[in-house]
């Protein structure tokens, strides 16, 4: 640290340099913007608050063709998540989590800024239900098939994108439109003790019937239909020990700027 603030005190632009090299390099705590969009056709599904968390890969909410259980079903039978939230916090304390949103219709977008490290938590998990339905639901299967980032703390994915053929079927919840989320009255449910499965095509049966945001549902998805998107930014974040080093080197050029112009001044004065 002398030394370089010696090196600092010699000129202005010895400063300035410094500020870059002393900085530290090493950045495994970093903010991520994570984006979502909803991609599904006009009038067609909607989707619950996303559920989220950066994580070290141990929280397993759900698998094809097993039962359900409660973690997975407070997202997939009316979005609220809380027992997705208390079981990723008790199988990963350090995780980051939160959740994106409220309700994102057709072409609407959501984010929000998480401050991440990189190295305790390189994984990402989501989920969110979908609506109108009774228990469908976007999430990942396996809790290791997002890495975001690498051993160095790069980003190894900006994006992911989700077909209709990827929604799940949670097959915790009989479907029946009069008894579906967003178009019914969730009071009627029944349990169908099922397993979890992929299940688009169901969404048809809810055409023209009129959704909780005013509009008349119309499905208009294909396997290869585009539904959701999740996009990631990153940005550096200072370390405590970079406010001090750049606190004492804007002092330094202070200082040397002053001594110029006293310097100035006395040459001045001495010629006159």
Aim: include cysteine; charge should be negative; charged fraction near 10%.
């Amino acid at each position: 640290m002398t030394q370089c603030l010696s090196v600092i005190s010699r000129t202005a632009v010895g400063a300035a340099t410094l500020l870059g090299l002393c900085a530290p390099t090493h950045a495994a705590v970093i903010d991520v913007t994570v984006t979502v969009q909803n991609m599904a056709p006009v009038d067609s599904i909607s989707f619950a608050p996303l559920h989220v968390g950066f994580n070290n890969g141990s929280f397993d909410a759900f698998n094809l063709g097993g039962v359900a259980t409660t973690p997975i079903i407070s997202v997939a039978e009316g979005g609220a998540g809380g027992a997705w939230q208390a079981a990723f916090a008790a199988a990963d304390p350090t995780a980051t989590r939160g959740t994106i949103g409220g309700l994102l219709l057709p072409g609407a977008t959501s984010s929000l800024t998480f401050r991440v490290d990189t190295t305790l938590n390189p994984f990402f998990t989501f989920g969110s239900m979908v609506v109108p339905s009774n228990d469908f639901f976007i999430g990942n299967d396996s809790p290791t098939e997002y890495r975001l980032f690498d051993a160095g703390g790069n980003l190894n994915l900006s994006t992911i994108g989700i077909k209709a053929n990827e929604i799940w079927d949670a097959g915790s919840e009989v479907f029946d439109p009069a008894a579906a989320a967003f178009v019914g009255s969730n009071d009627l449910r029944r349990d169908q003790n099922s397993v979890v499965a992929f299940n688009f095509a169901e969404f048809a049966a809810f055409n023209g019937l009129t959704t909780g945001a005013g509009y008349s549902f119309n499905s208009a998805l294909t396997a290869d239909s585009d539904v959701y998107r999740i996009t990631f930014g990153v940005s550096a974040v200072p370390e405590p020990g970079s406010y001090a080093l750049m606190a004492a080197g804007l002092m330094a050029v202070g200082f040397v700027a002053r001594r110029r112009r006293v310097g100035t001044q006395q040459l001045g004065t001495a010629a006159a």
